[in-house]
């Protein structure tokens, strides 16, 4: 099991990017899978997870209404499009799943048993 997250990098406040997922070793057809983020000296952070069961989505308060959780199933990938980027969003962010539970307000509110690499997303002008 396998997850490799990509598409970070620096943009100003107000910009926009979409980080991706690639998993292998399992389908998007049952387990949750999430984004999650840590910035330096803050507490690790269930930014928004989907369950890939019923595709129940679960935001974090700080990200509601700007970023949106998806899948596409043919190329086992899970997306996280950002929009209207704030400086307090720069963090690395990792993408994670527990292939025992489907639950996506569970995982994002729990330690995912498999992690990816972080790709860091930084907000500044």
């Known amino acids: 099991v396998q997850l490799q997250a990509s598409g970070g990098g620096l943009v100003q406040p107000g910009g926009s990017l979409t980080l991706s997922c690639a998993v292998s070793?399992?389908?998007?057809?049952?387990?949750?899978v999430g984004w999650f983020r840590q910035a330096p000296g803050k507490e690790r952070e269930g930014v928004s997870c989907?369950?890939?069961?019923?595709?129940?989505?679960h935001y974090a308060d700080s990200v509601k209404g700007r970023v949106t959780i998806s899948r596409d199933t043919a190329k086992n990938t899970v997306y996280l499009q950002m929009n209207n980027l704030r400086p307090e969003d720069t963090a690395v962010y990792y993408c994670?799943?527990?292939?025992?539970?489907?639950?996506?307000?569970?995982?994002?509110?729990?330690?995912?048993?498999?992690w990816g690499a972080g790709t860091q997303v930084t907000v500044s002008s």
């Open positions: 989907l369950s890939t069961l019923n595709d129940i989505v």
């Open positions: 994670a799943t527990d292939l025992g539970h489907s639950s996506s307000h569970y995982l994002c509110n729990s330690h995912p048993s498999t």
């Open positions: 070793g399992f389908t998007l057809d049952r387990p949750a």
